[in-house]
């Protein structure tokens, strides 16, 4: 299993998500992320979508199939030319000490967000495996919740996905 990076574009109507998500499941694919929202032109969506994928075959069959959906634009997998990803995390953790607090706050450049008495927030930014790095590093201390964006990206350079 390999992870794929997908940008769709599609027009902005209710139901797309669905037919998409719907596909996707349909053909025994998993979804690891997939994040929407709109483009620089407000009557387009885009969808970061990734997803683990068996072969070649699988994925170009399903990049044909999602191609055909009456309301897709287009559709770039991303992981064929260079690009940037990210994703936002929030991650709550127990603190028993100021100590640890402090110690906990300067955490992969990590941002306090929210001080209780005895928790605190942590926002994180970064590509998935700084995220994941974090989570591992405040294992040892009671983390609370945790709630993640899922990975959106972008190609790298002048060349939009909507012209490649």
Same mark, same amino acid.
């Given at each position: 299993m390999r992870k794929q990076h997908l940008a769709i574009l599609s027009? @902005? $109507? /209710?139901? &797309?998500?669905?037919?998409?998500?719907g596909l996707i499941s349909r053909k025994a694919i998993n979804?690891?992320?997939?994040? &929407?929202?709109y483009t620089e032109?407000?009557?387009? +969506?885009?969808? @970061?979508?990734v997803i683990s994928i068996e072969d070649d075959k699988e994925l170009k069959q399903t990049i044909s199939q999602l191609a055909k959906l009456i309301d897709v634009i287009k559709i770039i997998n =991303?992981?064929?030319? /260079?690009?940037? +990803?990210?994703?936002?995390?929030m991650i709550k953790v127990r603190y028993d000490t100021p100590q640890v607090r402090d110690e906990l706050a300067n955490l992969f450049h990590a941002k306090v967000?929210? &001080?209780?008495? @005895?928790? =605190?927030?942590?926002?994180?930014?970064?590509?998935?495996?700084? #995220?994941?790095? =974090?989570? $591992? &590093?405040? +294992?040892?201390?009671?983390i609370l919740e945790i709630a993640?964006?899922?990975?959106? *990206?972008? *190609?790298?350079? =002048?060349?939009? #996905? $909507?012209?490649?």
């Open positions: 027009d @902005n $109507k /209710p139901g &797309v998500l669905t037919h998409i998500a979804i690891e992320s997939l994040t &929407v929202g032109e407000p009557d387009v +969506s885009r969808f @970061n979508i =991303l992981d064929e030319a /260079p690009f940037i +990803s990210y994703e936002l995390a967000v929210d &001080v209780n008495l @005895n928790s =605190l927030i942590l926002r994180v930014t970064g590509r998935e495996d700084h #995220v994941n790095a =974090l989570i $591992k &590093v405040l +294992s040892p201390y009671e993640r964006t899922g990975t959106i *990206s972008l *190609s790298r350079g =002048l060349v939009p #996905v $909507k012209a490649m």
